[in-house]
């Protein structure tokens, strides 16, 4: 499970180019940014193909519009509770609905992120999974709660 965890949050980076977790939110994702599978390294040591790195462009052109608008909102969202936390007079109605919004937000985003993982895991054979997964632990140990 928890190797499952870290090649998740590797493939996630490809989506999160400068995610940075708000107030009391989770640890970004620690994995190499942008298209990592046509970084020389990654894409000699997984032994991708080019039609591999194709659909995994395809996947994640499909996902970029949806996500930079999400991860957006998520920013939006953290600055306005930022905000009413600075407020002299506490409006405790406004900070739950804000934060309401903001949890649903940052679901939105994992989720999406979380889908095309899957369409991007969908790409890679078994053997290439799995050395990816190694490479992950190897060059960026994944610890829970630790921020970034």
Do not use: C, Y
């Not at 390294?41 to 659909?55: D, F, P, S, V």
């Amino acid at each position: 499970m928890r190797k499952l965890i870290v090649v998740a949050a590797l493939l996630l980076g490809a989506a999160t180019m400068e995610a940075q977790p708000g107030p009391g939110g989770p640890p970004g994702p620690p994995m190499p940014r942008g298209k990592w599978w046509h970084r020389a390294e990654i894409a000699q040591k997984l032994q991708l193909n080019r039609a591999q790195q194709t659909r995994l462009d395809d996947i994640f052109d499909a996902a970029a519009d949806e996500l930079i608008d999400a991860k957006g909102n998520v920013k939006k969202l953290e600055v306005a509770l930022r905000g009413e936390l600075d407020r002299t007079q506490l409006r405790r109605a406004e900070i739950q609905r804000v934060a309401t919004q903001l949890s649903a937000a940052r679901a939105k985003l994992f989720e999406r992120e979380l889908m095309m993982l899957v369409d991007m895991r969908d790409v890679l054979e078994p053997h290439q999974w799995a050395r990816l997964q190694q490479e992950t632990e190897r060059q960026q140990p994944f610890h829970l709660g630790t921020p970034r």
